[in-house]
């Protein structure tokens, strides 16, 4: 069964109330609906941890969901933001692997595959955002170390930020 928007949030509903059987349910039916979602955007090793990540992100999550919204939006910014948390750490990971001199074959694979994906986002955005998102959101340099680095304000830096992932969230969710 693949469920629809409305059964989604009708079984949240329901677990929220402490409805069991609609909880599994809809714990079967959302760790589908993830593996779909990251099918495309992570490596096929990845993809069970990344799915699990998830999972246990609505877990913690459930008693926010608001059953007067749509579901699946709920979900989604959840898994991007749980996506672009691994997106981080590869980049981070093999950041430390490259200083160490002992990066293995498989986890420059990783690192490929993963800014080919990011590569692919980043051709929608203006040059400006892209820049600031990958220093601030990926390097992990500060506002104003960004800043400085570009020659952007402080100020503009954060907009430009904020605008870049806004519409890359965009695209995430019409890739769907």
Same mark, same amino acid.
């Given at each position: ?27 079967? @039916? =959302?760790?589908?609906? !993830? %593996? +779909?979602? /990251? ?73 490929? @595959? =993963?800014?080919?994906? !990011? %590569? +692919?986002? /980043? ?54």
């Amino acid at each position: 069964m693949i469920a629809d928007e409305a059964t989604l949030a009708r079984l949240m509903a329901a677990s929220q109330k402490g409805d069991k059987a609609a909880y599994n349910v809809l714990l079967a @039916e =959302a760790g589908m609906w !993830l %593996e +779909r979602y /990251f099918r495309r955007r992570v490596p096929p090793h990845q993809l069970d941890d990344l799915v699990q990540d998830v999972m246990m992100a609505l877990h913690n999550k459930r008693s926010t969901y608001d059953p007067d919204r749509p579901f699946l939006p709920w979900l989604s910014a959840i898994a991007r933001y749980r996506w672009i948390d691994h997106l981080r750490k590869v980049y981070k990971h093999e950041a430390d692997l490259l200083e160490d001199g002992d990066a293995s074959v498989d986890s420059e694979e990783d690192v490929v @595959e =993963a800014r080919v994906s !990011l %590569e +692919r986002l /980043f051709v929608n955005l203006p040059a400006k955002q892209s820049e600031v998102i990958e220093l601030v959101k990926i390097e992990g340099l500060s506002i104003r170390e960004a800043a400085e680095r570009t020659g952007q304000s402080e100020s503009l830096v954060k907009v430009n930020i904020h605008r870049g992932l806004k519409k890359l969230s965009a695209l995430v969710e019409k890739a769907d």
